[in-house]
């Protein structure tokens, strides 16, 4: 038996597409490696999709994807993630099931209080499998808790879909709300998971092959920095081995401006890329610690975008949001409203920068800022009527 596992892909994920076309391209050459490979199947762990309706775009791909391995006879096995499930239960993974391009295998009933899963058996190896559908907000720990566990006595090669955090599986400093190992259903030969962004394969007692084949292509900053490119688990007659798609090299840049003025961490930046090779390449440029004069907005790294780009780089990105600045001092203050507590830091912060009429600006942006959704706006709309208030109060 030989399938391939992977997840989180968060097709139309990134906002920009020049990067969110690397996670399609990602999607394109897990499916060209799967038919490659011979595979039997392959199975899908979540969050194939960033949202339950994702643009059309970015759905016709997908559909062109899923329909190559349809025409190679491999079936597509998927449960709904936290991602491409929403609270009214739509998702367009029913648009696809009923074109046969994928089976989502979260069937069952509820029976005296308890769910009762059924299993969709897999017709070239027999291989039974079901899963568990994510939901935000630990939604979905109610279907573990009713679930009718008969099923762990069910014989045969059987194979479990999952989209919750498992505690014993997370990395030591995330905080994600999660669940021990034993909310799973014993007795299964594989459990393919999703939902967190880490690389890992373990065994536990009664649960063999507990799986996390990470993010399909890095979903945001941090993974990009962290694991470079995504990948997937190739399972081969009881082998699990953990397989990179590299869709472009990444160039990590951290500059750590502790004890040093802004215009030094500058010139420390321009040194260190003018000499390095970024051709084709992605780069992030992160910047942290605390300033000892300036602020993080007098790092000209637009500058340092140019010249990136005027080096072949193939798009570039920046974090400034761990810089500290000394001429900005941290103000502690008691309240006993939300309002008054803003007024004090007002008062005892004016002063502290050289920005015009800055008191009557802070106001304005903390009234744009105090703006709730309209019924009947999108979420895009919500953020465009934000971004033009905003772009007003500051003169642009």
């Known amino acids: 038996m030989k399938f391939t596992h992977f997840s989180d892909c968060h097709i139309g994920g990134w906002r920009d597409d020049r990067i969110g076309n690397l996670g399609l391209e990602a999607f394109r050459q897990a499916i060209t490696q799967s038919i490659a490979k011979n595979v039997d199947f392959v199975l899908i762990g979540g969050d194939l999709f960033n949202t339950a309706l994702p643009t059309i775009d970015k759905l016709k791909e997908v559909v062109i994807s899923l329909k190559r391995l349809k025409q190679n006879n491999i079936p597509c096995y998927v449960i709904p993630g936290s991602h491409d499930f929403s609270a009214s239960g739509k998702t367009m993974l029913d648009v696809l099931e009923h074109v046969e391009l994928l089976v989502n295998v979260f069937k ?160 420390e930046i321009l040194e260190k890329i003018k000499n390095i090779e970024v051709k084709d390449k992605i780069v992030t440029l992160r910047v942290k610690g605390e300033l000892i004069s300036g602020k993080a907005s007098d790092i000209k790294l637009n500058d340092m ?61 903390i009234k744009v800022f105090s703006f709730e959704k309209q019924e009947g706006e999108t979420k895009f709309e919500f953020e465009k009527r934000l971004l033009e208030e905003t772009n007003k109060i500051l003169g642009n």
Not at 214 to 227: I, K, T, V
């Open 108 to 267: 069952g009933d509820v029976i005296d209080g308890k769910l009762k899963l059924k299993f969709t058996t897999d017709k070239k190896t027999g291989a039974k499998i079901t899963g568990i559908l994510g939901k935000k907000g630990m939604l979905d720990k109610k279907y573990y808790e009713d679930l009718d566990r008969s099923i762990e006595n069910e014989g045969g090669f059987k194979i479990f879909l999952f989209h919750i955090a498992i505690k014993e599986l997370m990395p030591d400093n995330d905080k994600i709300e999660n669940f021990p190992v034993t909310i799973l259903p014993r007795n299964f030969d594989y459990y393919a998971g999703g939902h967190i962004h880490v690389i890992k394969n373990e065994n536990f007692e009664g649960r063999k092959n507990v799986t996390y084949p990470g993010a399909l292509f890095p979903n945001n900053f941090r993974e990009l920095e962290d694991f470079r490119n995504g990948g997937y688990y190739f399972y081969n007659e009881g082998i699990v081995t953990w397989n990179p798609i590299a869709i472009k090299d990444v160039e990590v840049l951290n500059f750590n401006c502790d004890g040093k003025t802004a215009t030094q961490v500058e010139t």
């Open 305 to 365: 975008f140019g010249i990136l780009f005027h080096k072949g780089a193939y798009y570039v990105m920046k974090s400034t949001s761990l810089v500290k600045s000394k001429e900005f001092e941290e103000v502690k203050t008691s309240a006993s409203s939300i309002e008054e507590a803003e007024e004090k830091v007002i008062k005892n912060n004016i002063g502290q920068s050289s920005i015009k009429n800055e008191e009557e600006l802070v106001r304005n942006l």
